[in-house]
Structure formats: structure tokens, C-alpha cells
């Protein structure tokens, strides 16, 4: 049965499972959220762009010039699945951009540069160049990547991970810049999963940028993608991969306190490990979404005081505060959801207690 066995009748035993039910195959889908703009610099997030923006300006002036592409700083070189939006941060500076070797000025490049970058894009390469200061885009395409066979190296670490034996190094000789690239955001995910506490939010994070890059040619990468923002409570991030009909939409809107119209559940063809208690916890807020509110009692029984006192994971301990707060106001026990409520330290889910401390207070 174990890992090859795809699909499972009994929830109970797909919430114990240590490995996740996730559709590989590639669907085109909109997002179901208006878009967020993330500070790539802290964790604030804006509505619109000229708020960021502005943002940056006030708060991070340091930075003499700055790219971004899709939302997120480019260093040095970048990889994407396709140029959505480019927008060029110069303070004070009137040199024009050169883009792959043609000079634009400053009027023309400030109208639009992702129209410009977009027009000016060779094979799939672009160079954007500020006096000095180059950056180098690499815009990916589906020929650049041979799904299947990543899609076996991905499931041979999948199961070498369930089994906790070593993930092997690959020979990369066989694979691609891309390919190893995407491989390589995986080979930290897996890591990750394994590794001592100390060692796990660096692997994350790589995965995170890595695997970036591959969200719109990978299935399985945005699965990751997903993953990893919930992990960490990153609510913002989350939102802005969600898709209609997806288990991971009903978890956005357990974090913000809306109830699910319907809830998902995971199927599909392949699998993908991940950390056992971290599928507990996914199966746990699905659970609360559908209401199976005797499922989540059973889920919150191992977790008493003394243990969520113990618990390394302060993202994994606000979640299971979270869920006892939400079940002692469900069931009127105000005073047991302020204490569990006063417990989280998670930032994005302060205006949450602050509202149901107000609301106490006028009772």
C-alpha cells in the first residue's frame, strides 16, 4: 500500500499520512484574490504599487537603484516563466536604460518599462543595463524543462525522504541550467524536511527562491510554494498562489476568519512528502473549514499546555492556538479563547485578538 497507493477512502488516514495529495497536472487557473505587493524588504504589503513604492522611497532610500520583476528584487540574475510587470526604482538618477544593447530615455523607459522589456526581449534573454549597473533576466520556456523526468527525480526523493535515508546527489550532467536549478529548490525543500531545527527556515527559504522561479512550469513547485508559506504563516504569500478550487484557498480563509463556501480536499495522481506534523496541521484546518469540528478536538488533544509551552515551531504553536481560540468562541468560552488568543505572536493575526478583545469589552 504505502507510498504508491494514490488515493484514500478514510480521512482519518489521509490526515496521518506523512506524504501530501497534490495534482500535478499544469491547469491555467486565475488567482482567487486581487492581488498584494509585498515589501521586498520587510514584511509589510501594499494594495496597489504606487503605495509600495512609495513605501520604498520613505523606508529603504538607501537603495540607489533597485529592479523589480514581478514583485520581487532582482540581484543580479533572475529566471521567471514570463515578464508580468518591471518596474525600475532610480532615485534621482537620469541616466536613460539600456535594454539588451538599445539606448531608451528616461521619458520613454518611465512610461513603460515592462512594454519595453517585453518588446526588446531576444530569444529569452534580457540585459537591462543603468550606467554600471546590469541585470540579467532569463524568461523561461516549456521546452526548457522535460516535466516528466523531473517529475521522476522529484518522486525517488519524495520516498528516499519518507524513509529518512539521505537524499543522493543527482548528476547534474544530465539535466539542464534550468532543470538543475528547479531540482536544486527541491533538493533543499527535501533537506529540509529531515534536518535539525536549527537548519530548517535556510533550507526553506532556498526552496522558497528557488522554486519561485518554477511556479508556472512546475506543478509540483507551486504545491511547494504553498507548503512552505503556510509553514511559516506567511498569509500574504500564500493568498497571492491560490487558485479556485484549491484546499490551500480554504486555509487562506481560515487564516483571515471567512468561512469556505466549499472545501477541498487533496487528490490526485502524485505525491509529495512532506513533514508529518505539518500534514496534521493542513488536515486539521481543513477539517475546521468543513465544520468537523470532533476531527480538530481530536487533533488538539495531543497538544496541552506543558507540550505547546515545549514546542520549537512558534509558526506551527500560533496555528494550534489559533484553532483553540476559534473553538472556545464557537462554543462561548470567551475567557479560554482571550488566554489562547493572548498566546499567538504571529503579526498578521494581531487585528484578529485586538477585534475580539474590543468585542469582549463591549459585551
Given at each position: 500500500m504505502g507510498f504508491v497507493k494514490y488515493f484514500e477512502d478514510d480521512q482519518r488516514i489521509i490526515g496521518e499520512r506523512k506524504y501530501f495529495h497534490s495534482t500535478f497536472e499544469?491547469?491555467?487557473?486565475?488567482?482567487?484574490?486581487?492581488?498584494?505587493?509585498?515589501?521586498?524588504?520587510?514584511?509589510?504589503?501594499?494594495?496597489?504599487?504606487?503605495?509600495?513604492?512609495?513605501?520604498?522611497?520613505?523606508?529603504?532610500?538607501?537603495?540607489?537603484?533597485?529592479?523589480?520583476?514581478?514583485?520581487?528584487?532582482?540581484?543580479?540574475?533572475?529566471?521567471?516563466?514570463?515578464?508580468?510587470?518591471?518596474v525600475l526604482i532610480r532615485y534621482n538618477l537620469t541616466e536613460p536604460v539600456k535594454i539588451n544593447g538599445e539606448v531608451f530615455p528616461c521619458s520613454e523607459q518611465n512610461s513603460d518599462i515592462t512594454a519595453l522589456a517585453q518588446k526588446s526581449l531576444r530569444s529569452n534573454k534580457l540585459e537591462i543595463q543603468i550606467g554600471e549597473r546590469v541585470w540579467k533576466i532569463v524568461v523561461l520556456r516549456s521546452e526548457d524543462i522535460n516535466l516528466p523526468k523531473l517529475e521522476t527525480v522529484i518522486t525517488e526523493w519524495s520516498m528516499e525522504t519518507q524513509n529518512h535515508h539521505p537524499i543522493r546527489k543527482w548528476d547534474k550532467s544530465g539535466f539542464n541550467t534550468f532543470e538543475s536549478r528547479c531540482l536544486g529548490g527541491f533538493f533543499n525543500y527535501f533537506i529540509a524536511c529531515n534536518a535539525e531545527p536549527v537548519f530548517k527556515t535556510a533550507r526553506y527559504e532556498d526552496a522558497l527562491q528557488l522554486l519561485s522561479e518554477f511556479e508556472q512550469f512546475v506543478p509540483a513547485a507551486n504545491v511547494i510554494l504553498k507548503l512552505i508559506a503556510f509553514k511559516f504563516n506567511w498569509v500574504d504569500k500564500l493568498r497571492s498562489l491560490c487558485c479556485e478550487a484549491d484546499p490551500f484557498a480554504n486555509i487562506y480563509e481560515f487564516f483571515v476568519g471567512a468561512n469556505s463556501d466549499k472545501v477541498y480536499s487533496f487528490s490526485g495522481d502524485k505525491e509529495i512528502y512532506i513533514e508529518d506534523d505539518l500534514g496534521k496541521s493542513v488536515q486539521a484546518i481543513l477539517d475546521y473549514q468543513s465544520q468537523n469540528y470532533n476531527r480538530v478536538d481530536e487533533y488538539l488533544r495531543g497538544f496541552g499546555q506543558e507540550t505547546l509551552q515545549n514546542m520549537q515551531d512558534d509558526n506551527a504553536r500560533d496555528r494550534i492556538y489559533l484553532l483553540k481560540a476559534r473553538l472556545a468562541t464557537n462554543r462561548g468560552r470567551l475567557h479560554d479563547a482571550r488566554k489562547y488568543y493572548d498566546e499567538i505572536k504571529t503579526p498578521f493575526f494581531e487585528a484578529e485578538r485586538e477585534k475580539f478583545v474590543k468585542n469582549m469589552r463591549t459585551e
Amino acid at each position: 500500500m504505502g507510498f504508491v497507493k494514490y488515493f484514500e477512502d478514510d480521512q482519518r488516514i489521509i490526515g496521518e499520512r506523512k506524504y501530501f495529495h497534490s495534482t500535478f497536472e499544469l491547469l491555467e487557473r486565475p488567482n482567487v484574490y486581487p492581488p498584494i505587493f509585498d515589501c521586498p524588504y520587510c514584511n509589510l504589503s501594499f494594495s496597489d504599487k504606487p503605495k509600495l513604492f512609495d513605501h520604498i522611497v520613505k523606508h529603504h532610500s538607501t537603495v540607489s537603484r533597485m529592479l523589480i520583476l514581478n514583485q520581487q528584487v532582482v540581484q543580479n540574475v533572475a529566471h521567471v516563466g514570463k515578464i508580468e510587470s518591471l518596474v525600475l526604482i532610480r532615485y534621482n538618477l537620469t541616466e536613460p536604460v539600456k535594454i539588451n544593447g538599445e539606448v531608451f530615455p528616461c521619458s520613454e523607459q518611465n512610461s513603460d518599462i515592462t512594454a519595453l522589456a517585453q518588446k526588446s526581449l531576444r530569444s529569452n534573454k534580457l540585459e537591462i543595463q543603468i550606467g554600471e549597473r546590469v541585470w540579467k533576466i532569463v524568461v523561461l520556456r516549456s521546452e526548457d524543462i522535460n516535466l516528466p523526468k523531473l517529475e521522476t527525480v522529484i518522486t525517488e526523493w519524495s520516498m528516499e525522504t519518507q524513509n529518512h535515508h539521505p537524499i543522493r546527489k543527482w548528476d547534474k550532467s544530465g539535466f539542464n541550467t534550468f532543470e538543475s536549478r528547479c531540482l536544486g529548490g527541491f533538493f533543499n525543500y527535501f533537506i529540509a524536511c529531515n534536518a535539525e531545527p536549527v537548519f530548517k527556515t535556510a533550507r526553506y527559504e532556498d526552496a522558497l527562491q528557488l522554486l519561485s522561479e518554477f511556479e508556472q512550469f512546475v506543478p509540483a513547485a507551486n504545491v511547494i510554494l504553498k507548503l512552505i508559506a503556510f509553514k511559516f504563516n506567511w498569509v500574504d504569500k500564500l493568498r497571492s498562489l491560490c487558485c479556485e478550487a484549491d484546499p490551500f484557498a480554504n486555509i487562506y480563509e481560515f487564516f483571515v476568519g471567512a468561512n469556505s463556501d466549499k472545501v477541498y480536499s487533496f487528490s490526485g495522481d502524485k505525491e509529495i512528502y512532506i513533514e508529518d506534523d505539518l500534514g496534521k496541521s493542513v488536515q486539521a484546518i481543513l477539517d475546521y473549514q468543513s465544520q468537523n469540528y470532533n476531527r480538530v478536538d481530536e487533533y488538539l488533544r495531543g497538544f496541552g499546555q506543558e507540550t505547546l509551552q515545549n514546542m520549537q515551531d512558534d509558526n506551527a504553536r500560533d496555528r494550534i492556538y489559533l484553532l483553540k481560540a476559534r473553538l472556545a468562541t464557537n462554543r462561548g468560552r470567551l475567557h479560554d479563547a482571550r488566554k489562547y488568543y493572548d498566546e499567538i505572536k504571529t503579526p498578521f493575526f494581531e487585528a484578529e485578538r485586538e477585534k475580539f478583545v474590543k468585542n469582549m469589552r463591549t459585551e
